[in-house]
């Protein structure tokens, strides 16, 4: 069983950085894949950025390209989400989950409860 905790989120100006985090429970972090997902009012949960075991394997939804830096610290059993240039469209509840790499949410098994981001134009 893996716990996810984020934190992080918060309500930040359009072009402003925000850093969540993601701590994990499980001694077996190592042996996960991480990732972010989020959903905006009224839309799908969607695919945001993932990272491998190594973290030396990532991707990302083209729309974060460039701003968004997915980064994990396994003597920590932490994973980040570095935003940057924050744009109002970013504006969701962000998730943080544990499985296999991927960008499909049903291979994740483990789910945070998320922590929301507003961004104000």
């Known amino acids: 069983q893996v716990q996810l905790v984020e934190s992080g989120g918060g309500l930040v100006p359009a072009g402003g950085s925000l850093r969540l985090s993601c701590a994990a429970s499980?001694?077996?972090?190592?042996?996960?894949?991480m990732a972010w997902f989020r959903q905006a009012p009224g839309k799908e949960r969607e695919f945001v950025a993932t990272i491998d075991w190594t973290g030396y394997i990532r991707k990302y939804i083209d729309s974060v390209k460039g701003r968004f830096t997915i980064s994990r610290d396994n003597p920590k059993t932490t994973v980040y989400l570095q935003m940057n240039s924050l744009k109002p469209e970013d504006t969701a509840d962000y998730y943080c989950a544990a499985g296999t790499y991927s960008i499909a949410s049903n291979d994740y098994k483990y789910w945070g409860q998320g922590t929301r981001v507003t961004v104000s134009s």
């Open positions: 499980a001694r077996s972090f190592n042996g996960y894949a």
